[in-house]
């Protein structure tokens, strides 16, 4: 059941990654409740994650359906055994799993996307380093930056500050709240012949508090795309998005100039967004025109496009 369902899967995305050109892509979600899996094609690598569940079987049983399935992809996917790397994530996770190590193996290799190059790890986090569901919007943001000030919040490994650089912005300032993240974006940059010191920046800081200290009209384009829920030791409040995205964005909104972009995006399935609430000339739902095929009727996001 699981090997005719991954085949039929792959067979239609893998031509639809062909066409565009490629390499990195989700196969893979949760199609049928037995084998609740995700499961996502690095170039020749797999990233293979098991969301818990009660099962019912032994541990020694449990290994031995998971093989089974292991040699199921490997007779489909363009991988060897030894290129599957196994994660066990919980069903709901949020964003904030991803400053969680489970590993020290530092297994780093680049992967292209739409000509541009980003360092992936399959071992060490639950998350991998690029997130495949914002291809689309990373793009927007390429086509749209040009000698723009752009800022990139919540930034993780920079994918988006990557995207921005290539689109010749004027100046990319990229904000988190881990160094291994910030670390992990410049050499994201670095690794496309990007880094300039004199037009990007990288800062470690709090984002709530950050926006607290910026001046108005500081930035053309700012993305954003926070966690769910954050209560980290680092930060001086703990961060509930549905709670505080309004006090968020206006934040973010002070902080653009007139006639400037905001991308906000978050994973809260559940999400409410309070629009009269928020001081923006304009609000566009844009969750299903950043839709990439391999996320169709399986995305768990939502993405607006504010103008200010």
């Known amino acids: ?96 799993d991803q400053y969680e190590k489970t590993d020290t193996k530092a297994e780093y290799f680049s992967v292209a996307e739409q000509g541009l190059q980003f360092l992936v790890n399959l071992t060490d986090y639950l998350d991998t380093g690029l997130f495949l569901d914002h291809r689309i919007t990373r793009q927007m943001v390429r086509n749209e930056c040009k000698e723009k000030r752009v800022l990139n919040l919540f930034a993780y490994t920079g994918s988006f500050s990557v995207y921005a650089a290539a689109g010749e912005a004027a100046s990319v300032t990229t904000v988190d709240l881990s160094k291994t993240y910030l670390t992990w974006a410049e050499q994201n940059l670095e690794l496309n012949n990007l880094k300039n010191e004199s037009k990007h920046f990288f800062i470690h800081a709090d984002v709530k508090q950050y926006l607290k200290t910026l001046q108005p009209n500081s930035f053309d384009l700012i993305i954003i795309d926070p966690p769910t829920f954050s209560n980290s030791k680092r930060m001086k409040d703990f961060l509930d998005i549905q709670r505080d995205h309004v006090e968020l964005l206006n934040d973010v909104i002070a902080a653009t100039t007139t006639g400037g972009t905001i991308y906000f995006s978050t994973n809260f399935t559940k999400f409410l967004l309070d629009a009269e609430a928020i001081k923006a000339t304009s609000i566009k739902d844009i969750t299903r025109a950043t839709t990439p095929f391999d996320f169709e009727g399986k995305l768990k996001r939502w993405c607006y496009k504010i103008s200010v």
């Open 1 to 96: 059941m699981f090997h005719n369902r991954l085949l039929k899967v792959y067979k239609h995305k893998s031509k639809q990654a062909i066409r565009q050109n490629i390499t990195c892509y989700r196969v893979y979600d949760h199609d049928l409740p037995e084998f609740p899996f995700c499961i996502e094609l690095y170039d020749d690598k797999v990233y293979l994650a098991e969301y818990l569940r009660r099962h019912g079987m032994t541990d020694e049983e449990h290994e031995q359906w998971l093989e089974e399935c292991v040699t199921a992809i490997c007779g489909i996917l363009p991988v060897t055994d030894a290129n599957v790397y196994i994660k066990q994530r919980k069903r709901k996770s949020n964003r904030l």
